[in-house]
């Protein structure tokens, strides 16, 4: 059989004029182009079980002028923001008779709406399903859904390497790696990897190494980004994890929630390991903000009275942290938007993300708005880019937190800001002593 794995990579924004604001500013242009670059991990991993004796190619959907005729089956994979595109183009391969499977997080929390739009769906992770998939492929009898909890549970000792050689002929220089999949915390409005996988669970060291060790086969400096939700939760692991990555010597970035700021030691690790960045899901500034957020434990909230002194541990150690924040929350007033501007000014944060609530559909979050009426445009998934804005927000109209957004996003972004800001994260690392950095020109942009 002739395969395509088809990524529908890439930016997606409605708001053109929060692209064109955006686009002006040098954090999010590089943001950009670094969102350009990534290669689909998912499809790459679901490579590695498709036999020798089928011909495999990978394409992003930007190198497509035309849907291509010359496959069999095509593994279409996408979020919510591109299912449009990916449904349109789904019809596309079929009408050419190829066998087009549709799978990953979008598909996993919309079952119902995916199944319309491909011959074959597959719910929740792809490892457990692969194996069958592929005999029935073969046999032609392929079913017209596969869903990963019927089978045996996945384990990450059994993860096989991703098919990084796929992208050989092509010129990547960034590259996702999972040491970790799913989350302790639960967040009402997360719609990332806790929807695959039924537990968390990390994956062997020895694995992670081999990976990168793959990945710089195919280029001499590749950067590394962690395509985890929260990379430190298993401290043993993360700690050999971090002597291991030492000795690979390769720049990296992941996410993580603040409690890694609770160990110096392991921050002093990570350091060392090569580590540019860590991305944060701070949320909002306040304990009153994050009330409820967190709906196991209210975790969140009862960390934020931390969320400075934590910053600055981190940063301390010479580590820059992405702080993320969240618009549109129901405590969210006219206020807020100066709120998270004097937070990001006393904190010192080296970089900062402003998004809206996104109420992505099949989440929490998606189902207590749309029962409260409160969903702009329902089933408009191309908003779900978290830069748009499709629900009502409690305490703003609309015009109000898209305007208080690009206000904020205005002055976040201000050349002499992003000046400042890495002015104050050399300021923490040299007080401390425990960084490396000289001077700004030396830190190092993820
Ligand atoms: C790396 C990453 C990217 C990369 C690469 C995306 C890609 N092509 O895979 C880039 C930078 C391009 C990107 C872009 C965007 N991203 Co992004 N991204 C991530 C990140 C950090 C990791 C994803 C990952 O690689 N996971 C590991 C792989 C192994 O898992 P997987 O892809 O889910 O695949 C598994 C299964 O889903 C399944 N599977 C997946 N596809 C298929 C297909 C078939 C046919 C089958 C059988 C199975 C299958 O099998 C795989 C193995 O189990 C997550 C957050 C996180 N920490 O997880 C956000 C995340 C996925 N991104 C998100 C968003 C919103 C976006 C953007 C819309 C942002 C924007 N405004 O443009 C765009 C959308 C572009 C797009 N492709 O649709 C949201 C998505 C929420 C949602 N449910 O839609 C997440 C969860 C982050 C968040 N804040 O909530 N992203």
Not at 53 to 58: A, G, L, T
Not at 175 to 186: A, H, I, K, S
Request: net charge neutral; glycine share 6%; aromatic share 8%.
């Amino acid at each position: 059989m002739r395969i395509g794995l088809i990524a529908m990579s890439g930016l997606r924004v409605c708001d053109h004029s929060l692209l064109q604001l955006g686009l002006s500013f040098p954090g999010v242009r590089s943001r950009a182009q670094t969102i350009e670059a990534l290669p689909s991990l998912g499809l790459l991993t679901l490579a590695a079980f498709i036999s020798d004796s089928h011909e495999v190619e990978y394409l992003e959907v930007r190198e497509l002028d035309e849907v291509p005729s010359r496959f069999d089956v095509v593994f279409l994979s996408f979020l919510t923001a591109t299912a449009p595109e990916a449904y349109r183009l789904a019809e596309q391969f079929r009408k050419k008779g190829t066998l087009t499977i549709l799978g990953g997080l979008h598909v996993t929390l919309n079952a119902r709406e995916a199944q319309g739009h491909g011959d074959v769906i597959i719910i929740g992770e792809g490892e457990p399903v692969m194996t069958r998939l592929m005999d029935d492929l073969e046999q032609d009898n392929v079913q017209s859904i596969y869903r990963a909890r019927d089978f045996a549970p996945f384990d990450f000792c059994d993860a096989p390497l991703p098919r990084f050689d796929l992208l050989k002929s092509k010129r990547y220089t960034r590259f996702t790696v999972q040491t970790q999949r799913g989350c302790p915390l639960r967040c009402s409005f997360c719609a990332s990897s806790i929807h695959l996988t039924p537990r968390y669970q990390v994956k062997p060291v020895h694995k992670v190494i081999e990976e990168i060790r793959a990945i710089k086969a195919l280029t001499s400096d590749p950067f590394i980004e962690f395509a985890d939700d929260n990379t430190f939760c298993d401290r043993k692991h993360s700690r050999k994890l971090m002597r291991e990555l030492a000795k690979e010597k390769v720049p990296w970035f992941t996410e993580s929630d603040i409690s890694v700021a609770d160990d110096p030691e392991l921050l002093s690790m990570i350091r060392d390991a090569g580590c540019r960045q860590i991305l944060i899901g701070l949320e909002a500034p306040s304990a009153k903000q994050l009330d409820g957020l967190e709906q196991r434990s209210n975790w969140k909230a009862k960390r934020a009275d931390q969320y400075l002194s934590a910053v600055e541990q981190i940063q301390s150690h010479g580590i820059t942290v992405n702080g993320c924040f969240v618009l549109g929350l129901d405590s969210h007033d006219s206020d807020s938007f100066d709120e998270v501007f004097d937070f990001v000014e006393r904190s010192g944060l080296y970089e900062v993300q402003i998004t809206y609530l996104t109420p992505f559909p099949g989440t929490p979050m998606h189902r207590q708005l749309s029962d409260e009426g409160r969903i702009l445009l329902e089933g408009a998934h191309e908003r779900c880019t978290l830069f748009d804005i499709n629900f009502q927000p409690a305490q703003m109209s609309v015009e109000e937190l898209r305007s208080g957004f690009h206000a904020l996003l205005a002055r976040l972004y201000h050349p002499r800001e992003v000046k400042q800001r890495a002015r104050r994260f050399l300021a923490q690392v040299r007080k401390k002593g425990r960084g490396r950095f000289a001077s700004s020109k030396e830190i190092p942009l993820n």
